[in-house]
Nanobody, 123 residues
Framework: VQLVESGGGLAQPGGSLRLSCSAS????????MSWARQLPGKGHEWVAS????????FYEDSVKGRFSISRDNAKNMLYLQLSSLKPEDTATYYC?????????????????RGQGTQVTVSS
């Protein structure tokens, strides 16, 4: 059972990146899924969550309107589209699994998480 992120890298302010999270050992269709990030020298911050059927999604205030979470249950994949990037978005981004009946709004509610992928926003 694991989650593996990819797609991070260097982006310019105002630029975009698409992060992917590949799940194995379980079916994401049964779970709410989330993204979080660890900011440099700071703690972990929940970023976004999405219902098992993608009917609803939720975002941390600072990323609303700029980031978009999505999923492809058939491929067992989770995504995070990052747009209008700012230097303060620089962080290690990781995906996490919520419960079957719990939509996480904090990283403490993840019962499984990946190792993360680095996103650096700089000119």
């Amino acid at each position: 059972v694991q989650l593996v992120e990819s797609g991070g890298g260097l982006a310019q302010p105002g630029g975009s990146l698409r992060l992917s999270c590949s799940a194995s050992g379980f079916s994401i269709s049964e779970y709410s899924m989330s993204w979080a990030r660890q900011l440099p020298g700071k703690g972990h911050e929940w970023v976004a969550s999405i219902y098992p059927d993608a009917a609803e999604s939720f975002y941390e205030d600072s990323v609303k309107g700029r980031f978009s979470i999505s999923r492809d249950n058939a491929k067992n994949m989770l995504y995070l589209q990052l747009s209008s990037l700012k230097p303060e978005d620089t962080a290690t981004y990781y995906c996490g699994r919520g419960g079957k009946f719990l939509v996480p709004t904090s990283v403490e509610e993840f019962d499984l998480r990946g190792q993360g992928t680095q996103v650096t926003v700089s000119s």
